[in-house]
T-cell receptor, first 117, second 111 residues
Framework: GAVVSQHPSWVICKSGTSVKIECRSL??????MFWYRQFPKQSLMLMAT?????????EQGVEKDKFLINHASLTLSTLTVTSAHPEDSSFYIC?????????????FGPGTRLTVL | QKEVEQNSGPLSVPEGAIASLNCTYS??????FFWYRQYSGKSPELIMF????GDKEDGRFTAQLNKASQYVSLLIRDSQPSDSATYLC???????????FGAGTRLFVKA
């Protein structure tokens, strides 16, 4: 149980284009999903927290107009990187949280490797 | 600023030895604590969680929590080369569902 998928697993795009990444919880309902970014040999950096049916909460320094997050259902959140540039190339990872009792573990998707040329 | 601190390592242990990974946190009200393992180029996977003071054992892994000292650790017994990875300590911030991750400790298990 507690499986989270991401699609695509990798993407290469031209500078200036937009890229959408999907995160799905396959066997549970996730009221909260998180989006992280990780550069090589660095730690996870939380970008935003996404709650179903409401606006995402962005971390300081993360541009909400550049990284559009939509959490339309209890099993799907999407991250759209708009007008991507080479400096946006990174490993993007989502996680989902199934809220039950005090169970607040995050289950991670496999990640999406974005390369912007 | 609520923080989670880990020694970045690398921590190198011989195969079969016990690997000890440590983590301290600043939010005294934190109630939930997690250890994740991340292989290079992969996303983190949950190894253990612990909520109460003391030890929690799962196979070769033991998590230890001391809330008074704001300290959580992970012991890996009979370390194997396949345990070589980065281990992330994560702490749930009190009063919400936000989790703060440490920067991770790189572990190398030498065959």
């Amino acid at each position: 149980g507690a499986v989270v998928s991401q699609h695509p697993s990798w993407v290469i795009c031209k500078s200036g284009t937009s890229v959408k990444i999907e995160c799905r919880s396959l066997d549970f309902q996730a009221t909260t999903m998180f989006w992280y970014r990780q550069f090589p040999k660095q730690s996870l950096m939380l970008m935003a927290t996404s709650n179903e049916g409401s606006k995402a909460t962005y971390e300081q320094g993360v541009e909400k107009d550049k990284f559009l997050i939509n959490h339309a259902s209890l099993t799907l959140s999407t991250l759209t990187v708009t007008s991507a540039h080479p400096e946006d190339s990174s490993f993007y990872i989502c996680s989902a949280q199934e809220v039950k009792n005090r169970g607040d573990e995050q289950f991670f998707g496999p990640g999406t490797r974005l390369t912007v040329l | 600023q609520k923080e989670v601190e880990q020694n970045s390592g690398p921590l190198s242990v011989p195969e079969g030895a016990i690997a000890s990974l440590n983590c301290t946190y600043s939010d005294r009200g934190s109630q939930s604590f997690f250890w994740y393992r991340q292989y290079s180029g992969k996303s983190p996977e949950l190894i253990m969680f612990i909520y109460s003071n003391g030890d929690k054992e799962d196979g070769r892994f033991t998590a230890q929590l001391n809330k008074a000292s704001q300290y959580v650790s992970l012991l890996i017994r009979d370390s194997q080369p396949s345990d070589s990875a980065t281990y992330l300590c994560a702490v749930n911030v009190s009063g919400g569902f936000k989790t703060i991750f440490g920067a991770g400790t790189r572990l190398f298990v030498k065959a």
